[in-house]
């Protein structure tokens, strides 16, 4: 099946700094790339929807100038967590949408934040 | 998309089924049922989806009920590993969204 991965895997920063995530498509294009965080014990909450060459869409309550989305190619969507607080702790993970004629989205491993 | 409606948790006697039902009244005719399953502190992995038939895989089952108000995703012979929060999400067969609710937690004992 297609992979996607995410880097890094965990993070630790301090409050106040940016931190970037990187979500990759490995073996296949992806038109569309997704941002969910999620919170202990509690379901993925989607953040953001991003298109390749275009601006994210964000979910209502998302700050976007917060967390800024760059999807400048088919296979790379960055997520950075501008300005972080240890309420931003969270669980960030991605997926990838190959397009038309595809039923499935393909999930990222996660990346784990913690911010001290 | 339809809003779906699943217990929030389950147990499961190792190499016995799990079945895992899912409600989802206001499905419309061109949704989809999909299920997920997220493992602790990993990414959701995709188990099946349907239409309206009966679909199998090698994972898993899923049973659509006639009027597609319901589902029950079977785990033929549920194994230590199968413990993990499953979702049921319906949407629109090639849609882009996808939107979790609150799923079930199944936990497979020996």
């Known amino acids: 099946g297609a992979v996607v991965s995410q880097h890094p895997s965990r993070v630790i920063c301090k409050s106040g700094t940016s931190v970037k995530i990187e979500c990759r498509s490995l073996?296949?294009?992806?038109?569309?790339m997704f941002w969910y965080r999620q919170f202990p014990k509690k379901s993925l909450m989607l953040m953001a929807t991003?298109?390749?060459?275009?601006?994210?869409?964000?979910e209502q309550g998302v700050e976007k100038d917060k967390f800024l989305i760059n999807h400048a190619s088919l296979t790379l969507s960055t997520l950075t967590v501008t300005s972080a607080h240890p309420e931003d702790s969270s669980f960030y993970i991605c997926?990838?949408?190959?397009?038309?004629?595809?039923?499935?989205?393909?999930f990222g491993p996660g990346t784990r934040l913690t911010v001290t | 998309d339809a809003k779906t409606t699943q217990p929030p948790s389950m147990d499961c006697a190792e190499g016995r089924a799990a079945n895992l039902p899912c409600n989802h009244s206001?499905?419309?005719?061109?949704?989809?049922v999909y299920w997920y399953r997220q493992i602790h502190s990993q990414g959701p992995q995709y188990i099946i989806h349907?239409?309206?038939n009966n679909e199998t895989n090698e994972m898993a089952s899923l049973i659509i009920t006639e009027d597609r108000k319901s589902s029950t995703l079977i785990l033929p012979h549920a194994t230590l590993r199968d413990t993990a929060v499953y979702y049921c999400?319906?949407?629109?067969?090639?849609?882009?969204?996808?939107?979790f609710g609150a799923g079930t937690r199944l936990t497979v004992k020996p």
């Open positions: 991003s298109n390749e060459g275009s601006k994210a869409t964000y």
């Open positions: 073996d296949f294009q992806a038109t569309t």
């Open positions: 997926s990838a949408y190959p397009g038309t004629n595809s039923y499935e989205q393909y």
């Open positions: 349907g239409l309206k």
């Open positions: 999400i319906v949407r629109v067969g090639n849609n882009n969204d996808m939107r």
């Open positions: 206001t499905i419309s005719g061109n949704e989809y």
